[in-house]
């Protein structure tokens, strides 16, 4: 069974003209790192000319599909019927993207399926994740 879950989504960026562009975006997931997601803007997409990664936890990204959740970096709500905003801030500024829940929630599924919610402690492997931080140190 693969360890790895990407999903592409297309993400319209909140921009001031009134047409929303449209934006290639990928959600991915590691059972290695089960709290988290990251969510992968390509370079056309971003202001420095590089992908661009978000890192944020997976509860985030559910808790957001029915209320808004977040209070830092990164801030999820949702926005009608079928539609997700992701807000991403950073010192150069806001980023504010639109998704279609449905495919947040699909990719949320799969997410499940690999590690259920609330079993992510299972997954972690701490011997190999202290060992790393000790060498790291030295």
Do not use: K
């Not at 970096?73 to 980023?95: C, K, M, N």
């Amino acid at each position: 069974m693969s360890i790895v879950i990407e999903q592409l989504v297309e993400a319209r960026l909140v921009a001031d003209a009134p047409r929303m562009p449209s934006i290639p975006a990928t959600l991915h997931y590691d059972r290695r790192d089960p709290f988290a997601v990251r969510m992968t803007f390509p370079a056309p997409a971003t202001l420095e000319g590089v992908d661009v990664c978000w890192t944020f936890a997976r509860e985030l990204l559910a808790a957001g599909l029915d209320a808004p959740e977040g209070h830092g970096d990164v801030r999820v709500r949702p926005y009608g019927p079928d539609r997700t905003v992701l807000e991403f801030h950073a010192p150069e500024g806001t980023a504010v993207v639109h998704v279609r829940s449905g495919d947040v929630r699909r990719f949320l599924d799969a997410t499940g399926e690999l590690v259920p919610a609330g079993l992510e402690h299972r997954h972690l492997d701490l011997d190999h994740d202290l060992a790393e931080l000790i060498r790291d140190a030295c």
